[in-house]
Structures are given as structure tokens and as C-alpha cells.
């Protein structure tokens, strides 16, 4: 046997015995467990090899951002065979991840097997809708059973770890990555970050259909000045604990592995380099046990916001401040063993970093057995009918109906004669959406294809206009098609002979997304023409609208008489849109963000404040808190969304008006269904507290009920009130209830129908 063998297997053996690595009959139980087996290792390791643990590495493609870095690949090979590297992303498919697995298992001194991370968003091949469309079934269940089904293709497709999910609130549409998140609302999107991390992690992490989640961007990200990506963030003590960090305590609740940091600053520093955020907040405060992650080369990004000096000085800001593992920016595994032995960074530091990395790597099961994700008889499931089936499901229910004037809506299954017109009324791409790295183009199901497959119904389908030129993967505004008039006579032309016609308008699925703000939210190129044009000839139309953030639609609203928000809704899109045109599902959905009317309205979200002058005070004054040319009214509110039958609010009851810290109430109503057809409803429940050592918003969603009823059924619905619910981040920097009046208000969408009062006292 060589030396260099040998000494390997005494390493290797010494290891099993210590930490009882590629053991299997010993498994990861307790966390005291865990800790003992990571520093047995740590006390293996080299300095080197520790920070190579905290080093991650693009794959073989970018396939997520420009790298000026790229052409080191064979750096990055010489580094993974020397154990220099803890973690590579966008790696996937069994071969490819076998292959990288087995170099990081095999060549290295300790055999350490390697973190594959990729940005599984709203599925892997098998696509559930947007994240955003998803938090609009307001359908925990549902959210958590399509995170489950990412999970497990991408496990089957050698992936371990997944960027997601993004849990950042935005109040601004013009953002693009709203489609990513679960809208703007702090407690909807608490649960909503419970039930994806839940999804994608399951109960047992060393399960082989179950991944490791990341709560991102940590923090701030979806308040970028301008909604103009990556831009400047510059929030107060009480939006910052109030609205932002609820979905990450609630991500780190629900045992979230790993956070991600953001590309933004928070208040002139970086949250790369935030150590309140990272260190004070996150892990000492929450007690954090996982890892952080940089962004993408958010770390030498620190030199172009001006507050690092070089790319050293960023490697050491970042690791003082708590950033665990380096994506694609080089530099813990350049500089920071030149850091620790300059007295610059504590070894301490290091170890702690390396440590929740390896504990992650040990709950995974990867030491028993690395190749655990490499199962070529799985990756054949990936795609699978009943994964079809499950988004199919999730899909239904993220549909939003937006306005149904004199029910043209079900439409009738037999004799009608349906013109189908728009761009992306036969696309089978842009319905994926952003965010989907792994699935085809064209593999979504097209509206037009769901019009045919659940009527005999004759549909005639033109688009109308072009969207786009090109490959619009990276769509500028220059690329949208607006020259290019002569479909929209013929589709004038046709929606003249038909009974209705359904109009298929929205964005293309690259027009949101990273990267992709926007100054305007109408509908792009020609589509408001082609709109305009065909109402000339047919008024009987439904708006199907394709997009992946809220849209300033006034002269639809006005005019149109059924539109139905139908997002980006995954592969199975077309199914999806067509069960609920035809009736066969009847829409349930409510809007996780506001509509604006205009985008200078933005931001505009439901949970603002009151100001000082709220209302008008007398005729044609001026001196109050409004717009001289638009309405402070949103076009839709949070919450709003119809059904094909209607409901009935009443009899608000509350069992005490007055409570205190050791007692709580319920406050009831009856709902009834009082249309023809069975219908589902979300019953909402806000309060606001009238006054507080900090404002407070004119509303806050507090809690919702999802409520199936049968034609003339009632049900009553109840929610408890305690001190839990009417704390908030006061002026203490303290969670607390403080003793005051509140109101109390339950309805369909957050312009709610009943209110009453209550009091709490301590
Ligand atoms: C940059 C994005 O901001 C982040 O969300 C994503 O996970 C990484 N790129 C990796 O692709």
C-alpha cells in the first residue's frame, strides 16, 4: 500500500470510529450527537480544509448570472480535489452529480462529501405555479405539497439543497422579484415561509425525498429604493422587525438549515457584512443553528458599494459578520487563511462556520452515504403523472377572478363559438414563469391547448400581436414587439364571428423575475391596442392575464367584463385555466399584493399607516394625505378575489369585549353561501390597534379560514383573540401587547364587511 494510501485509510478509519462517518448503522439523533461527531471532525481538519468547506463553486454552466470569473474551471477542479471546496450549485442529474460527488469523496484527504445547492423555485421539472400565484390560493396544504414535490425531483436529480424559500415581503410591484415571494403581507407570509421550508425539508432530513431549505434574502432585499433591483434599502427599526423579519422567524422556527444574505445594503451596510444581522440577530438572538450563504459574489460586491477596500478586506468583513459560505466570490478560500494568521480573524470564527456546515452535511445522511441523491431509477420518476397532477392541483387553486359582470363566466361547455386571441394564449413557454432552470421550454400546457381538451367547443386561436423578438431570456424592454400591427386585424376579424372571446395578455415569463424591474406596469408592447380593438367588434370578453407581478389594468377594469388573474401557473397552465373558465373549478383565490391603480401609487399595500390627515376635511380641500390626478384606492386590494357563487358576511359576535394577558376571546361570524354553485371562500381577519407606543397599520391580516359551502349552506366561523395576536415590536425594542382599544374586522378581502372593538388590558 503507498503512503499517501495509507495514511488515507488510517484517517478514513480513525474518522469512522470517531464520528462515525460512512457508518450506517450509526445515525444522526440528537443534536448533542451531532456536535460531537462535527468536532471530531473539525479536529481533523487543517485550517485549509476548513475553509474549503465554507467555499462554493458554480458548476459546469452559469446558468444564474454573469461570473467575470469564469474560464477558472480548471482552478475549481484543482481546488475540489484538494478539498477546497465545500459546496457547488447548479451541478444536477444523477451523472453530473455523481461525477462531482465522487471527486470530493474519493480524491480528497477526508472524503468529505459536497452540498449540491440549485434555485428549485416553484419545482424542479414538474413546475408548480410562481411562488406568488401560489400564495394566492391562500392554501397552506397546498403550498407545503408542491414544495414536497420539488423536493423530491430534485433529490432525484442528485440535488440536496435548494435556494429557496425567498421570504422577502415587497411592497412594490415594479420589482420583479415579487414573483418569488408570497407577497406583502408579514403574517401570510410567515405561514406561507412555514409551510415551504416544512414542504421542502419534511420530517426527516436524511430521508431521500427531502432537501434543505434556504430562507432568503437576509434581509431587506424586497425594499430596494425604486422597486429597481439590488438597489439601496433604507428601512426603519419598526418596518425591519414589524414587516420583515417575521417570515424569516418564521423560516428559522420551522427549522430552516440555511439563510442566504442580500445583494442590498440595509441602512448603509452591506447584508453580506451586517453583523447585526447575521451575528446579533439571526444566530444569537434566534439561535440560528444553520449556515448562511452568500449571494452570488455579494461578498466582493462589498468593494463596489463602497464598503470594502479590496476583495481581501470584503473576505473579512463577510466572515466577522457572520456570512458562513462563500458563493462564487473566491475569496474565503483566497484570503482567509492569510486572515487568521494575520490576527485579523479569529479561528473561532472559522471553525463555528466550518461546524454548521459539516452538521448540515451530517443531518443529510450524506457521510453514510454520499451518493445517497445518485439513484439513476429515481431520476426516471422526475416528471412523473402524479407530480402532474399535484401542481395541477395547486394551480386551480392560485387563480384569482377579478371581475365576473353578469356571470360571462363559466363559460358553456356546449355550442359556443370562442374566439382565442393573444400572444401567449398558445405559449407553452412563458406560463413556466421565471425561475425554472431545470424544466424545457415549451413543456407548459398552453390555454389554448386546455380550451380543446374540456369542450367540443370550436375555438379559433390567433395571437394577435408578437411580445417579443428573439430569445427573450434576457427581455429589455427594446426587444418588446411594438411595431408590428398587422395580426390585430385579423383578430378583429375573428373575435367579430365568434359568441366570446378570451384574450390571453400579460408579461412574458422572463419580464419578471432578478433583474427584470420595471417603471411600468401596463401591459407591454401592443397588447393594450390589441385589447382595444377587439372590444370595437365583441364585448363579450374574458381576460385571462398571464404575468408575474400585480399590473395597472384600469381600462380593462372598466370595461372588460370578466378578467381572470391567472399569474404564471407552471406546467400545467393550460389545464389549470381552462377547469376554471369552464367551471369545472370554481376560483378561490385572493391576492397576496395590491393591484395599483397607478404605478405612482407605489408602494401601496393594504397594512399602511393612517398619517396625520388621513381624511379629507372639508370640500375641495387640499391640505391632506392624497393625490391630485389618482385616488389613494388601489385597483384590487389585498385579499380581493370573487368566486362563481357569493357570500354572505353577518353576525359578527364577539364573546368578550375586554381582555387581558391571561385570558382570551373569539370573535364569530356566519357565512353563507348564497349563490347557485358550491364555492370556497377565505375568511379574513384583521385588527387594528388605534393607538401605540409605535403607529400602527390601519389593518393587519391576523389570521384566515378557508371555508367550503354548498348553495344556501351556512357555517359559523370563529377565531380566538389573545396577547399574542396583538403584539408588535414596540418602542421598548420588545415584542409586547400593550394595553389600548383595538378594532376588530372580518371579511372577504382587506376592505372588510364587520367591525367591532375590543379592549386589552395587562
Ligand atoms: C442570485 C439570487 O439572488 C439568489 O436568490 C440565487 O439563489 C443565487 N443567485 C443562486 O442562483
Redesign the pocket.
Known sequence: MKLKNIMKFCLVSSLVLVVGCKNPSITTKTNADLDKKVDSLLALMTLDEKIGQMNQYNGFWD???PSPKQGNASKKYEHLESGLVGSM??VRGVENVKAVQKIAVEKTRLGIPLLIGF?VIHGYQTLSPIPLAEAASWDLAAIKKSSEIAAEEAAAAGINWT?AP?VDISRDARWGRVMEGAGEDPYLGSLIAEARVKGFQGEDLSAVNTIIA?A??FAGYGFAESGREYNTVDIGTSTLYNTVFPPFIAATKAGVRTF?N??NELNGIPATGNKFLQRDILKNKWGFEGFVIS??ESIIEMTDHGYAENDKHAAEIAINAGSDMD?ESYVYVNYLAELVKEGKVDEKLIDDAAGRILKVKFELGLFDDPYKYCDTEREKTIGSKKNKEAVLDVAKKSIVLLKNENNLLPLKKKGAKIALIGPLAADKTSPLGSWRLAAEDNTAISVLEGLQKYTDNKVTYHKGVTLTEGKPEFVTETQINTTDRTGIKEAVSIAKKNDVVVLVLGEHGFQSG?GRSRTSLNLPGLQQELLEAVYQVNKNIVLVLMNGRPLTINWADKNIPAIVEAWQLGTQSGHAIAQVLYGDYNPSGKLPMTFPKSVGQIPIYYNYKNTGRPTIPAPNQVFWSHYIDESNEPLYEFGYGLSYTTFKYENLKLSSHKFNKDTEFTASISLTNTGKVAGKEVVQFYIQDLFASITRPVKELKGFEMVALEPGESKEISFTIDKKIIEFYTVNNKWESEPGDFKIFIGGSSKTVLEDTFSYSN
Open positions: 446558468a444564474t448570472g450549485l447548479n434555485d435556494f425567498m434556504c432568503k434574502h442566504m442580500s445583494f449571494d452570488w458563493m432578478e
